[in-house]
């Protein structure tokens, strides 16, 4: 079984930058698809970001594309998130996951981690 941890989050300014790591355990991830979830005060947990097994595909909701970076390393069983240029809606507890596809339709289909705050501020 997939286990997962997160860690980098913290206060960061709007504006800012922050990089999340996500360090999975398990023979399986070269080969599994992951994704970035989070879930803001009040809302339902969502995708954010999405990468394949060989990192040929990747996918964004509207909402962090072109300020968000999803990217992981094999030899190191660990996804990233590289957030740019974040902003008030950005704050919410990330967690990383095995994900059933890279689209929008995403899921994870993995355990989730205790997740890593960030919290952004004006």
């Known amino acids: 079984q997939v286990l997962v941890a997160e860690s980098g989050g913290g206060l960061v300014q709007a504006g800012g930058s922050l990089r999340l790591s996500c360090i999975v355990s398990g023979s399986r991830f070269g080969d599994i698809r992951m994704a970035w979830f989070r879930q803001a005060p009040g809302k339902e947990r969502e995708g954010v970001a999405c990468?394949?097994?060989?990192?040929?595909?990747?996918w964004y909701a509207d909402s962090v594309k072109g300020r968000f970076t999803i990217s992981r390393d094999n030899g190191k069983n660990t996804v990233y998130l590289q957030m740019e240029r974040v902003q008030f809606e950005d704050t919410g507890m990330y967690y990383c996951a095995e994900a059933s596809v890279c689209l929008p339709s995403l899921r994870a289909i993995g355990p989730w981690g205790q997740g890593t705050q960030v919290t952004v501020s004006s």
């Open positions: 990468i394949t097994s060989g990192s040929f595909t990747t």
